[in-house]
């Protein structure tokens, strides 16, 4: 198995690349969260700086894996937006030389963890990040139910959820589109 890290990325590390528009609505509905980062984002925008953080090259490279996944890939604009949510988290796996190999994203809604998307890079498949990564949100303590949907021809990714325990609630019918697919529901119950 390669060494990998688990890395969460920070809600003040996705502000520093939101649109000022995101930032102000951000001001106003995160009152207590960090209003330093809102505020420390609008100064570099005042000053006209947009420094190449480390949140922006981790979502250069969730970008990449995204597309080489996926035949319908979240845009930038679909990234930003969730991450701009104060009920998102994502974790990335990097490599020791820093490399990122994969991310799992989610909204965290107590008792309840919603995973919208998971991804690994091609060329670090089967080698088990994918696991680490749902393995990662499902230490979350107080969450009583994971769910997710999986288009129905991706067979490794069900194998995987099987095998870390969740089943199958139903079929959403055509969910997917390019190609169109059904969507398979899934989720984990922990008593």
Not at 121 to 127: D, F, M, T
Request: charge should be positive.
């Amino acid at each position: 198995m390669v060494k990998v890290k688990i890395v969460k990325l920070e809600f003040d590390e996705c502000l520093e690349y939101l649109p000022t528009y995101q930032v102000a609505n951000q001001i106003t509905q995160m009152v207590g969260h960090d209003p330093r980062a809102c505020r420390r984002y609008a100064q570099r925008r005042a000053e006209g700086i947009t420094p190449y953080s480390r949140f922006e090259r981790r979502l250069v490279s969730i970008l990449e894996i995204e597309r080489e996944s996926f035949s319908d890939a979240w845009s930038e604009n679909m990234f930003l937006e969730i991450f701009a949510s104060p009920l998102a988290h994502c974790f990335t796996a990097e490599s020791t030389d820093g490399g990122l190999l994969g991310y799992i994203m989610f909204y965290l809604l107590p008792p309840e963890i919603q995973i919208l998307n998971i991804a690994v890079k091609q060329s670090a498949r089967n080698r088990q990040i994918g696991s680490l990564l749902l393995k990662s949100a499902l230490e979350y303590k107080d969450i009583e139910l994971f769910t997710l949907e999986v288009r129905e021809s991706n067979l490794p990714a069900i194998n995987l959820y099987k095998k870390l325990g969740f089943k199958i609630d139903g079929v959403r019918k055509n969910y997917y589109a390019r190609p169109k697919e059904n969507a398979i529901l899934m989720s984990l119950e922990r008593l």
